[in-house]
């Protein structure tokens, strides 16, 4: 089944360390790849995509992704973590017609 | 700048009760979404329409209906309200997709549909 994994529920960094948010997904088909932001009680919020060409993806906010074909994966780093960047993160994976988000990770940031 | 906007905000319903979910966007969007949300499970696609005049079933439709209105807007109805559909449910919009591939989506800020 064509799935999205995001390893760890909840991440914990301090202010000014390096956020390593982690995606992988299956598919047979090259696809395109999202992340996104929820703050609380708010939608969903575009950070990045990647849908051809440079692999290294850079987004709002200081967030960028590189997308590894050749290790399904998709993660989200940021070099150095601020306050207001608490809040939950989705990666999303379009396959034909669809549409698949991982169950999320929070993000806690610690002063 | 509305963008993508659901009504109510909130609900709470008795089983067996019906309900419509409303959802319109003013960005010109071809393509648009319902998705609910429960804790550790992500969003999950109910319905989409690609385009005015079609309709799709996504990853968990059962329960759920829904109608293309018109470009702007697409609704989502619980005819008989269970209280496994107790979720937050997510409106969302996106150009028309590429070669089958759903673009980037835009959210509106969701129902939190309690049924009791």
């Known amino acids: 089944a064509q799935s999205v994994t995001q390893l760890g529920s909840h991440v914990s960094v301090s202010e000014g360390a390096l956020v390593l948010l982690r995606c992988n997904y299956s598919?047979?088909?090259?696809?395109?790849l999202f992340w996104y932001v929820q703050y609380p009680n708010q939608g969903l919020q575009l950070l990045l995509k990647?849908?051809?060409?440079?692999?290294l993806v850079k987004g709002i906010n200081g967030f960028e992704a590189e997308f590894k074909k050749s290790e399904t994966s998709f993660h989200l780093t940021k070099p150095s973590a601020h306050m207001s960047d608490a809040a939950e993160y989705f990666c999303?994976?379009?396959?034909?017609?669809?549409?698949?988000f991982g169950a999320g990770t929070r993000l806690t940031v610690k002063p | 700048n509305a963008g993508v906007t659901q009504t109510p905000k909130f609900q709470v319903l008795k089983t067996g009760q019906s309900m419509t979910l409303q959802c319109a966007q003013d960005?010109?969007?071809?393509?648009m979404y319902w998705y609910r949300q429960d804790p550790g499970m992500g969003l999950r696609l109910i319905y989409y329409?690609?385009?005015?005049?079609?309709?799709d079933k996504g990853e968990v439709p059962n329960g759920y209906n829904v109608s293309r209105l018109n470009k702007r807007e697409f609704s989502l109805r619980l005819e008989s309200a269970a209280p496994s559909q107790t979720s937050v449910y997510f409106c969302?919009?996106?150009?028309?997709?590429?070669?089958?591939?759903?673009?980037?989506?835009?959210f509106g800020d969701g129902t939190r549909l309690s049924i009791l």
């Open positions: 990647y849908t051809t060409g440079a692999t």
């Open positions: 999303a994976v379009t396959y034909p017609n669809d549409m698949r």
């Open positions: 969302a919009s996106s150009e028309k997709p590429t070669d089958r591939y759903p673009g980037p989506q835009h």
């Open positions: 960005m010109n969007h071809n393509s």
């Open positions: 329409s690609a385009s005015e005049g079609t309709t």
């Open positions: 598919s047979s088909v090259p696809p395109y």
